[in-house]
């Protein structure tokens, strides 16, 4: 899940919502035009140019007869794989340097067989059964991604990822809550409520130097029908919360859920906290994952470049301009090398690249080190059978808490199979520093301790094997994504959204999509179109 760039000083948001106070409809959308928010006679002129990959012609049509310049990519994630596919497309000698054992950074899947040491020297065993794996890091894709046009193009094949669901549930120990409560439930209690206070501000005329008559209306026929009111516009509780008895044939009309808390209990409970989640754009449904898991993307990219332009377990040690390219020294198999080429793609995690000897210089330096670490983890726990199907008719999805699990995620594949792997935590922030902090057992069972609250014994009994990871413990990478004061265009990272000398940098965090793999692959994607634009002019 992505975190939003933020920046300093009025939001575009709050100055367009001051120009249509002050100024009106016309005013605010004639601002919007100006700031490139709304169409504009010049909207087809100034949006982005679309993405060229690179081509052999490419060097013919400029009349140059010389063979494509060599590039050396650091890390081996989406962002380095994308920059050495593309690249290679025309024909430059590509060489991946990275540091894991695998491709992929933080597109990391682990399957039965895997054994993974962490910073602190742990090494845990996976021991998932066969056709179950957990996705570490991404885990979902928007279906307006780039990244899906390269599972397209790279043959990677996709199914539904369930990211809403309302049978999924949600509990909020801090406020009372006894038992957790569905997300159709919720939603038709808030939403209820919601609606009738509105609709009773609308009647008693508390909106009539908002609205016209003919508003109030329309306002009012849309409450009714959104909340489920009855007559005088009360929320009284229908179908939309479920039902106990679900319906059935003749003689089986079911029986809705009874008991309808009160206006008061409803927002006491704080249910619809999370409810504005599914309305983001990078989070809206439908959503997509690769079949079989995540890192799919990351080993079709590497089979496209070819698996001996790729060296795992390289690991960096310096990076130096030259006059004529770049020399990057690095480690394998405990002996020590130089590369040399006419540029180098930095990928690597800043704070990385920021202890990493360069000669990159001082603005560099101090831009990486603005970056700073944001951290997640996960737990995956491979039950026995899938109860959450068979018990609570939960096909996929996400429930929601306040307690530091966060989220517990549902398989989105599998259904009606015998075995299935959920997330027991994706946590965030100091939720995940708690459990960094944790032996994997003591993890286990915290975890384990409040998903029983949730979901009672199976919870505990059902469970066959599992597996913790904690971005903060994982080597070469140590985070789940970036915290970017301003955002990657603020003054503060401008030295690394330009080449120095001959080194480039590449990265989500050098993206409006941070944590998102569509984020690596744009950056790559503007770091190689200006590589090989200098190419061909140079």
């Not at 080429?341 to 000669?359: Q, S």
């Amino acid at each position: 899940m992505a975190e939003p760039q933020r920046g300093t000083g009025t939001s575009r948001r709050g100055f367009l919502r001051a120009v249509g106070v002050t100024g009106g409809a016309g005013a605010m959308f004639a601002t919007m035009g100006a700031l490139g928010l709304a169409p504009t006679a010049a909207y087809a002129a100034e949006k982005e140019a679309p993405f060229t990959a690179p081509r052999r012609g490419d060097f013919t049509l400029q009349g140059r007869g010389g063979k494509p310049a060599k590039v050396v990519v650091i890390g081996g994630g989406v962002a380095g794989l994308t920059s050495a596919y593309e690249l290679g497309k025309a024909g430059y000698d590509c060489t991946v340097l990275e540091a894991r054992d695998r491709v992929g950074g933080r597109n990391f899947t682990v399957r039965g067989g895997d054994a993974v040491t962490d910073l602190n020297g742990v090494t845990q065993k996976v021991t998932f059964s066969r056709d179950q794996y957990m996705n570490c890091g991404p885990a979902r894709l928007a279906q307006w991604m780039v990244t899906l046009d390269y599972c397209r193009e790279l043959g990677v094949p996709v199914e539904v990822f369930t990211n809403t669901n309302a049978s999924a549930l949600i509990y909020n120990e801090s406020t009372g809550m006894k038992a957790p409560v569905a997300y159709r439930t919720a939603k038709a209690d808030v939403y209820g409520y919601v609606s009738e206070l509105l609709a009773k501000a609308t009647n008693a005329g508390a909106l009539d130097a908002e609205l016209t008559a003919d508003d109030k209306e329309r306002l009012l026929t849309f409450l009714s029908s959104y909340g489920s009111l009855g007559s005088g516009y009360q929320y009284t509780g229908t179908e939309h919360r479920g039902f106990s008895v679900d319906p059935g044939a003749a003689g089986t009309p079911g029986t809705e859920l009874g008991d309808v808390p009160s206006l008061s209990a409803v927002f006491a409970s704080n249910v619809g906290r999370t409810f504005s989640f599914e309305f983001g754009y990078d989070q809206a449904m439908l959503m997509f994952q690769p079949v079989g898991g995540m890192d799919a993307i990351p080993m079709a990219f590497a089979k496209a470049i070819g698996p001996h332009k790729i060296l795992t377990g390289a690991a960096v040690t310096d990076v130096r301009n030259t006059s004529d390219g770049v020399e990057v020294t690095y480690t394998r198999n405990g002996t020590t090398k130089v590369l040399h080429a006419d540029y180098c793609i930095a990928t690597l995690a800043p704070w990385i690249l920021a202890r990493t000897p360069h000669n990159l210089g001082s603005a560099v330096q101090t831009a990486l080190q603005a970056v700073r670490p944001s951290q997640a983890s996960k737990i995956g726990l491979e039950y026995k059978s899938r109860w959450w199907e068979t018990d609570f008719k939960i096909m996929g999805g996400i429930t929601e808490t306040d307690m530091d699990l966060d989220h517990i995620w549902y398989p989105s594949y599998g259904h009606l199979g015998e075995r299935g792997t959920i997330i027991g935590y994706y946590n965030t922030g100091a939720h995940s520093d708690t459990y960094s902090a944790l032996a994997p057992a003591q993890r286990l069972e915290r975890a384990i301790a409040q998903g029983v609250k949730i979901h009672g014994d199976k919870y505990r009994s059902e469970l066959a094997a599992w597996y913790s990871h904690q971005w903060k413990l994982a080597p070469h990478i140590e985070a789940a994504w970036h915290s970017v004061p301003g955002g990657p265009d603020a003054p503060a990272f401008a030295p690394l959204n330009q080449a120095q000398g001959n080194v480039y940098f590449a990265g989500d965090y050098l993206s409006y999509l941070d944590a998102w793999q569509a984020g690596a692959i744009s950056s790559a994607r503007k770091v190689v179109t200006e590589l090989h634009q200098r190419v061909l002019t140079s």
